[in-house]
């Protein structure tokens, strides 16, 4: 499998984020939607964007019959539909997660480096749709706050702090201590404005039950929608064989691949972990989402693997 363009599946530079501004365009309405693409038996209920009445007119050859403004129609005698606008400059606040938990890769990208480029992507989509772009970056010990603005240097601001974000916690010899996911929870309840889309994207290794209640208060104002970051071998999909040590950001152990008892409870972990944010989406009504990094985004947003 070939890596992303302008990407070496560990580092982050400019070029490969900048690379979705021109892919987004497959994504932009009415052709289809990216989350509407990325819907799948996670999906807990359809909430799009806000419409807001515009004027109306004659119907014409192709409109939807759904739209017909059957008042007018008869009262003119001929038949008229209803026009409608998108609600602009809407709030999008992504949270991204950097942290160390995030950078393992077992075959193409770091987990970090996929959380990335979805949020490259969803960014450009939202600049282009006339969204106002924020967003905070877990780093595990730290958060970088970037406020919603309208404006492509905010993007770029984004973009350039999850580039030093992902340099910074490759250089550290000694990781630091990882914070709990409910710091950053509280954090991203501040930072959202009222009515804001929240996309939170992360492989949610740090959630825990008891952050229920923090996601409900952010759901309460706002959209919010989950997108799981995962690893194949987390799924104890790998084709070695043998011992190999395996760390996280608390420790360091190791495993024998060659055992399928090692295999599968690997997937027990990551199906029990995958279980929570089910019940998460259920209970909460957010839609939920995977996505691998042992892919390129576009091949599966594609679907063409």
Not at 64 to 72: A, L, Q
Not at 79 to 97: A, C, G, M, Q, W
Not at 206 to 223: G, I
Request: hydrophobic share 35%.
């Amino acid at each position: 499998m070939e890596l992303p363009a302008y990407s070496n599946g560990v580092t982050l530079g400019l070029k490969e984020l900048l690379f979705y501004k021109q892919q987004c365009v497959a994504w932009l309405p009415p052709a289809r939607s990216l989350w509407s693409t990325m819907a799948g038996q996670h999906q807990s209920r359809k909430l799009g964007r806000g419409m807001d009445f515009s004027e109306v007119r004659q119907y014409q050859a192709g409109d939807d019959i759904r739209t017909i403004d059957w008042r007018v129609t008869a009262r003119t005698g001929k038949p008229h539909t209803k026009l409608f606008s998108e609600e602009r400059e809407k709030p999008v606040v992504i949270y991204v997660d950097l942290s160390a938990n995030m950078h393992m890769g077992s075959r193409l990208l770091l987990k970090s480096v996929q959380a990335a480029h979805i949020a490259a992507l969803i960014s450009w989509l939202s600049f282009t749709q006339k969204d106002r772009i924020g967003a905070l970056i877990d780093l595990g010990d730290r958060q970088i706050e970037i406020k919603p603005k309208s404006h492509q240097s905010g993007i770029l601001t984004m973009l350039q702090k999850m580039i030093e974000g992902q340099a910074e916690i490759l250089q550290q010899t000694n990781r630091n201590e990882v914070n709990s996911m409910a710091e950053s929870l509280v954090a991203l309840n501040r930072l959202a404005p009222k009515g804001s889309e929240v996309i939170v994207i992360s492989d949610y290794t740090r959630y825990h039950d008891d952050m229920t209640s923090l996601f409900n208060q952010l759901r309460q104002h706002n959209l919010v929608r989950l997108i799981q970051i995962y690893d194949p071998l987390e799924r104890g999909e790998t084709s070695f064989r043998g011992v190999e040590s395996v760390s996280d950001s608390r420790q360091t152990r190791w495993l024998n691949f060659s055992a399928g008892k090692t295999r599968s409870g690997i997937k027990k972990a990551f199906e029990t972990q995958k279980d929570r944010l089910e019940l998460l989406s259920r209970t909460q009504g957010i839609p939920y989402t995977q996505l691998s990094c042992g892919l390129p985004l576009l091949t599966q947003l594609s679907g063409k693997f």
